[in-house]
C-alpha cells in the first residue's frame, strides 16, 4: 500500500495527522502535498483512476511519524534491493549455523532485522538518517550506538543474507580446562564397567591417583560434561548395562505382512493364562495352556485348542480346525517347542532345531500337505506377531470380571491379594474365552496396515479370503488331524520417531531417545530423510527411513543383521577405544598404605556400677591390689612349672 486518499488516511488514525477526510484535505493543501516530486522528479501525488476520483498520495509525504506507523503495520510495501560489489553479489551468510541455533536466538536476530527495516523506510519517507536512528532506538529500546552497529553488521550484505548475520554470536565458554589424557582415560575405564561404579566414587579414586603423580583436575562437574560428550550413549550402554540392553537400543526390522493374502501363511505359539481353572469341582487347580493360530495378512486368530500343557496332539487338533474352516495354508511360521517340533507333526522338515533328523522318520502331518515350515528364533518376540495379541488377552481377557479371585498375576511379584482363593470351571473359562477371542477379532479400528485403523481383523480377512487362491482340504486330509491317540516422541529404547506409519532413525537422535522431539518432513514423500530438532530449535540432524522388510523375506532380514551387527560392531569398537585400561591396572595405580594410623584411647574412666551402687575409690584400690597378687601368684607358679621339667630331664 504505496498511494493514500486522504479518506484513507484519516480512517487510519496516524500521529501527527488529523481524523477526518476534510482536516486531511487542508493539511495537503497547507503542506502542498499536490507539489511534491521525488529525487528523480517523480510527482508523489497522482489522478485516482478508480471511481468518485480525487487525489491519491505517496507515503513519503506523509509526516515521519504517520509513516513509522504504517511500517509498524505492515501497510507500507518494501522492497530491499539486492547491494552487489562489482559485477558480483555479495555472497549470503552461514544460513546452516543460523538454523542450528535455538529458537530464542533466532527471534534476537528477527527483532534486530526489523528494527533496521523501520529505520530504512523512515530514510526512505524523507526523514534523516540520524532522526530515523533515534526514533527506531527509543522504539525498541536499544541505544543509538547499538542500532548503528546492527546496521553496520548487515551493510554490504544481500536482503537474504542479513538474518544470520544478525544472530546473536556469544557462544558461551569454548576453551577446556586442561586435563591429563592419562586421568582423563583412567575415569573412563573406571566408570565404563559393568558393576556401574557411581561418577563420584569414580571421581575419588581418580584424585587419589592425581595426588599421587601430581596432577592437576578439574571439577568434578566439568569432567562429567566432558565424559558425556566423548563417550556416545550407545557405547555407555553397552560397558554399563551389557549388550543385551545396548541391542535393543537398534530398532528392530518392521515386517510388513501386507503382501500376504489370507490363509497364505499363518502363525501359532502357545500362551499360558494366568488365571486358575478346575476340571471338576474340589480338584487340584491349574493354568491352562491355549494353542492358538493366527493369519499372518490379517492378524484374525483363526484356531484355538485348551490342553493341560503344550504337546503334539493339541497342535494336530487346532491345525485340524483350521483347515477344516478355512483350508490349508502355504506356509506356517512356528515356535521351536517341543509340541511343533514334534516328529508328528513337522518329521521330515529338514531344519527343525529339536531332535536329530532321521532318514527312516516319519513324515509330519504338515510336511505332507506340503506347507512350508518356517522357525521363529527363541525368546524374540518380534518374529511371532501372535505375542503381540496374548499381551492384549492378558489385559482384556486375563482380568475380565467373570475371573475375579482366579487371576494369579504374570508373576510371582504381581500377584493379587485375592491370589488363589478361586478356581474357574474349565467350561466357564473356554466360554469367556472364546468370547473375548470373537470380540478382538470383531474390534474395529485396528491399527493395523491392511486394516488402515479403519477394518477389524474379520472384515480384512474376509474381503481378502473371497477372492484368495486357497486349498481347500479333503476329508482324507482333515482326518490326518483328528487324535489317533510435528511434535513426536522419541522411543524410550532407541530413539526412533514414527511418522504416519513410517519409522526413521539414525545415530544422531539416538542419544535423544525417550524425549519429545521436533521432525520437519515432506508429507508427500515420506521416503526422503526427515529433519529432527530439538524443542528449543537447535538442529539435530537428518534421520533416514527404517525400510519395512517383507515378512517372509531373507534378503530384507539379512539385510537388517548385517546393519544391526554393524552397527553393534561399530559401539564395541568405540567402546574398546574408550577403556584404555583394565580394572586391575587402575587398582595398581592406586597407592598403597603404609600403616594404619593409631586408634584413639579415651582419656575418661567412666563409673561402672556395682550391684546399683559406684564403685568408690577405695574399693577401686582394692580391685587393682587383688590384680597385682594374682599376677604375681601365677607368676611364681610358671618359674616353679620351669624347675620341675628341668628336674625331670
Given at each position: 500500500?504505496?498511494?493514500?486518499?486522504?479518506?484513507?488516511?484519516?480512517?487510519?488514525?496516524?500521529?501527527s495527522?488529523?481524523?477526518?477526510?476534510?482536516?486531511?484535505?487542508e493539511?495537503?493543501?497547507?503542506?502542498?502535498?499536490h507539489?511534491?516530486?521525488?529525487?528523480?522528479?517523480?510527482?508523489?501525488?497522482?489522478?485516482?483512476?478508480?471511481?468518485?476520483?480525487?487525489?491519491?498520495?505517496?507515503y513519503?509525504?506523509?509526516p515521519?511519524?504517520?509513516?513509522?506507523a504504517?511500517?509498524?503495520?505492515?501497510?507500507?510495501?518494501?522492497?530491499a534491493?539486492?547491494?552487489?560489489?562489482?559485477k558480483k553479489a555479495?555472497?549470503?551468510?552461514?544460513?546452516n549455523?543460523?538454523?542450528a541455533?535455538?529458537?530464542?536466538k533466532k527471534?534476537?536476530?528477527?527483532?534486530r532485522?526489523?528494527?533496521i527495516?523501520?529505520?530504512?523506510?523512515?530514510?526512505?519517507?524523507?526523514?534523516?538518517?540520524?532522526?530515523?536512528?533515534?526514533?527506531?532506538?527509543?522504539?525498541?529500546?536499544?541505544?543509538?550506538?547499538?542500532?548503528?552497529?546492527?546496521?553496520k553488521?548487515?551493510r554490504?550484505?544481500?536482503?537474504d543474507?542479513?538474518?544470520?548475520?544478525?544472530?546473536?554470536r556469544?557462544?558461551g565458554?569454548?576453551?577446556?580446562?586442561d586435563?591429563?589424557?592419562?586421568?582423563?582415560?583412567?575415569?573412563?575405564?573406571?566408570w565404563?564397567?559393568?558393576?556401574?561404579?557411581?561418577?563420584?566414587a569414580?571421581?575419588d579414586r581418580l584424585?587419589?591417583?592425581?595426588?599421587e603423580k601430581?596432577?592437576?583436575?578439574?571439577?568434578?562437574?566439568?569432567?562429567?560434561?566432558?565424559l558425556?560428550?566423548?563417550v556416545?550413549?550407545a557405547?555407555?550402554?553397552?560397558?554399563?548395562?551389557?549388550m543385551?540392553?545396548?541391542?535393543?537400543?537398534?530398532?528392530?526390522?518392521?515386517?510388513?505382512r501386507?503382501?500376504?493374502?489370507?490363509?497364505?501363511?499363518?502363525n501359532a505359539?502357545g500362551?499360558?493364562w494366568?488365571?486358575?481353572?478346575?476340571d471338576?469341582p474340589?480338584?487340584?487347580?491349574?493354568?491352562?495352556l491355549?494353542?492358538?493360530?493366527?493369519?499372518?495378512y490379517?492378524?484374525?486368530?483363526?484356531?484355538?485348542?485348551?490342553?493341560?500343557s503344550e504337546?503334539?496332539d493339541?497342535?494336530?487338533?487346532?491345525f485340524?480346525?483350521?483347515f477344516k474352516?478355512?483350508?490349508i495354508?502355504?506356509?506356517v511360521?512356528?515356535?521351536?517347542g517341543?509340541?511343533f517340533?514334534?516328529k508328528?507333526?513337522?518329521?521330515?522338515?529338514?531344519?527343525?532345531?529339536?531332535?536329530?533328523?532321521?532318514?527312516e522318520?516319519?513324515?509330519g502331518?504338515?510336511?505332507?500337505?506340503?506347507?512350508?515350515?518356517?522357525?521363529?528364533?527363541?525368546y524374540r518376540g518380534?518374529?511371532?506377531?501372535?505375542?503381540?495379541?496374548?499381551?492384549?488377552?492378558?489385559?482384556?481377557?486375563?482380568?475380565?470380571p467373570?475371573f475375579?479371585?482366579?487371576?494369579t498375576?504374570n508373576?510371582?511379584?504381581?500377584?493379587?491379594?485375592?491370589y488363589g482363593?478361586r478356581a474357574i470351571?474349565i467350561?466357564?473359562?473356554?466360554?469367556?474365552?472364546?468370547?473375548?477371542?470373537?470380540?478382538?477379532?470383531a474390534?474395529?479400528?485396528?491399527?493395523?496396515?491392511?486394516?488402515?485403523?479403519v477394518?477389524?481383523?474379520?472384515?480384512?480377512?474376509?474381503?481378502s479370503?473371497?477372492?484368495?487362491p486357497?486349498?481347500?482340504a479333503?476329508?482324507?486330509?482333515?482326518?490326518?488331524?483328528?487324535l489317533?491317540?510435528e511434535?513426536?516422541f522419541?522411543?524410550?529404547?532407541?530413539?526412533s520417531?514414527e511418522?504416519?506409519?513410517?519409522?526413521?532413525?539414525?545415530?544422531?537422535i539416538?542419544?535423544l531417545?525417550?524425549?519429545?522431539?521436533?521432525?520437519?518432513?515432506?508429507?508427500d514423500?515420506l521416503?526422503q530423510?526427515?529433519?529432527?530438532?530439538?524443542?528449543?530449535?537447535?538442529?539435530?540432524?537428518?534421520?533416514p527411513?527404517?525400510?519395512?522388510?517383507?515378512?517372509?523375506?531373507?534378503e530384507d532380514?539379512?539385510?537388517?543383521?548385517?546393519?544391526r551387527?554393524?552397527?553393534?560392531?561399530?559401539?564395541?569398537?568405540?567402546a574398546?577405544?574408550?577403556?584404555?585400561?583394565q580394572?586391575?591396572?587402575?587398582a595398581?595405580?592406586?597407592?598403597?598404605i603404609?600403616?594404619l594410623?593409631?586408634?584413639?584411647r579415651?582419656?575418661?574412666?567412666?563409673m561402672?556400677?556395682?550391684g546399683g551402687q559406684?564403685i568408690t575409690a577405695a574399693q577401686?584400690?582394692?580391685?587393682?591390689?587383688?590384680e597385682?597378687?594374682?599376677?604375681?601368684?601365677?607368676?611364681?607358679?610358671?618359674e616353679?612349672?620351669?624347675r620341675?621339667?628341668?628336674?625331670?630331664e
Amino acid at each position: 500500500m504505496s498511494w493514500l486518499t486522504a479518506a484513507e488516511i484519516a480512517m487510519m488514525a496516524l500521529p501527527s495527522l488529523p481524523a477526518t477526510k476534510r482536516k486531511v484535505n487542508e493539511r495537503a493543501k497547507r503542506d502542498g502535498w499536490h507539489t511534491l516530486i521525488n529525487v528523480h522528479g517523480v510527482p508523489l501525488f497522482r489522478r485516482r483512476k478508480q471511481r468518485g476520483g480525487g487525489l491519491e498520495y505517496h507515503y513519503s509525504v506523509l509526516p515521519p511519524p504517520a509513516v513509522a506507523a504504517l511500517a509498524q503495520r505492515g501497510l507500507i510495501a518494501e522492497t530491499a534491493p539486492t547491494v552487489k560489489a562489482g559485477k558480483k553479489a555479495v555472497p549470503c551468510a552461514d544460513w546452516n549455523a543460523f538454523d542450528a541455533l535455538p529458537n530464542s536466538k533466532k527471534k534476537i536476530a528477527k527483532k534486530r532485522l526489523e528494527a533496521i527495516k523501520k529505520v530504512e523506510t523512515l530514510v526512505r519517507a524523507g526523514q534523516s538518517r540520524t532522526a530515523a536512528v533515534s526514533q527506531v532506538a527509543s522504539e525498541s529500546g536499544v541505544s543509538t550506538a547499538t542500532l548503528y552497529n546492527w546496521i553496520k553488521l548487515t551493510r554490504g550484505l544481500r536482503a537474504d543474507a542479513r538474518l544470520p548475520a544478525l544472530a546473536p554470536r556469544q557462544a558461551g565458554r569454548i576453551t577446556l580446562t586442561d586435563c591429563p589424557d592419562e586421568a582423563l582415560q583412567i575415569l573412563k575405564s573406571d566408570w565404563l564397567r559393568l558393576s556401574k561404579p557411581s561418577f563420584e566414587a569414580c571421581f575419588d579414586r581418580l584424585c587419589l591417583i592425581a595426588d599421587e603423580k601430581g596432577w592437576s583436575l578439574p571439577a568434578a562437574r566439568t569432567l562429567w560434561r566432558r565424559l558425556q560428550n566423548q563417550v556416545p550413549e550407545a557405547v555407555q550402554v553397552l560397558c554399563r548395562d551389557g549388550m543385551e540392553k545396548m541391542e535393543r537400543m537398534f530398532p528392530p526390522m518392521d515386517r510388513d505382512r501386507s503382501h500376504f493374502h489370507a490363509m497364505e501363511c499363518l502363525n501359532a505359539d502357545g500362551h499360558r493364562w494366568d488365571v486358575f481353572v478346575v476340571d471338576e469341582p474340589g480338584g487340584k487347580p491349574y493354568r491352562p495352556l491355549m494353542l492358538a493360530i493366527q493369519d499372518l495378512y490379517s492378524g484374525k486368530f483363526v484356531g484355538w485348542r485348551y490342553a493341560k500343557s503344550e504337546g503334539a496332539d493339541t497342535v494336530r487338533l487346532a491345525f485340524g480346525d483350521v483347515f477344516k474352516n478355512y483350508g490349508i495354508p502355504d506356509r506356517v511360521w512356528l515356535d521351536n517347542g517341543r509340541g511343533f517340533a514334534s516328529k508328528w507333526i513337522t518329521g521330515g522338515t529338514p531344519n527343525r532345531f529339536r531332535f536329530k533328523v532321521k532318514a527312516e522318520d516319519p513324515v509330519g502331518v504338515l510336511t505332507a500337505l506340503g506347507i512350508q515350515i518356517h522357525w521363529t528364533r527363541p525368546y524374540r518376540g518380534q518374529s511371532k506377531p501372535i505375542e503381540r495379541a496374548f499381551r492384549d488377552f492378558c489385559d482384556r481377557i486375563a482380568k475380565h470380571p467373570a475371573f475375579e479371585g482366579a487371576y494369579t498375576g504374570n508373576s510371582t511379584s504381581t500377584k493379587p491379594e485375592n491370589y488363589g482363593t478361586r478356581a474357574i470351571p474349565i467350561e466357564q473359562f473356554k466360554a469367556v474365552v472364546d468370547a473375548g477371542i470373537a470380540q478382538h477379532n470383531a474390534k474395529m479400528g485396528r491399527r493395523t496396515r491392511v486394516c488402515n485403523g479403519v477394518s477389524s481383523f474379520d472384515e480384512v480377512f474376509a474381503k481378502s479370503y473371497a477372492d484368495a487362491p486357497v486349498r481347500q482340504a479333503g476329508e482324507a486330509q482333515l482326518r490326518q488331524f483328528l487324535l489317533a491317540a510435528e511434535k513426536r516422541f522419541a522411543d524410550r529404547k532407541t530413539g526412533s520417531v514414527e511418522i504416519f506409519g513410517t519409522r526413521y532413525w539414525s545415530d544422531v537422535i539416538a542419544a535423544l531417545r525417550g524425549n519429545h522431539v521436533v521432525v520437519r518432513f515432506d508429507p508427500d514423500h515420506l521416503d526422503q530423510p526427515v529433519h529432527v530438532y530439538r524443542l528449543d530449535g537447535s538442529y539435530v540432524g537428518q534421520a533416514p527411513v527404517m525400510q519395512a522388510g517383507k515378512f517372509d523375506s531373507v534378503e530384507d532380514a539379512r539385510e537388517h543383521e548385517r546393519k544391526r551387527k554393524a552397527w553393534i560392531k561399530a559401539q564395541k569398537d568405540y567402546a574398546a577405544c574408550e577403556k584404555a585400561l583394565q580394572p586391575a591396572q587402575i587398582a595398581a595405580m592406586l597407592p598403597e598404605i603404609d600403616e594404619l594410623p593409631d586408634l584413639p584411647r579415651p582419656k575418661v574412666a567412666r563409673m561402672v556400677a556395682a550391684g546399683g551402687q559406684a564403685i568408690t575409690a577405695a574399693q577401686l584400690q582394692q580391685n587393682e591390689e587383688f590384680e597385682a597378687s594374682l599376677n604375681a601368684g601365677l607368676k611364681a607358679f610358671e618359674e616353679a612349672s620351669e624347675r620341675r621339667l628341668r628336674l625331670v630331664e
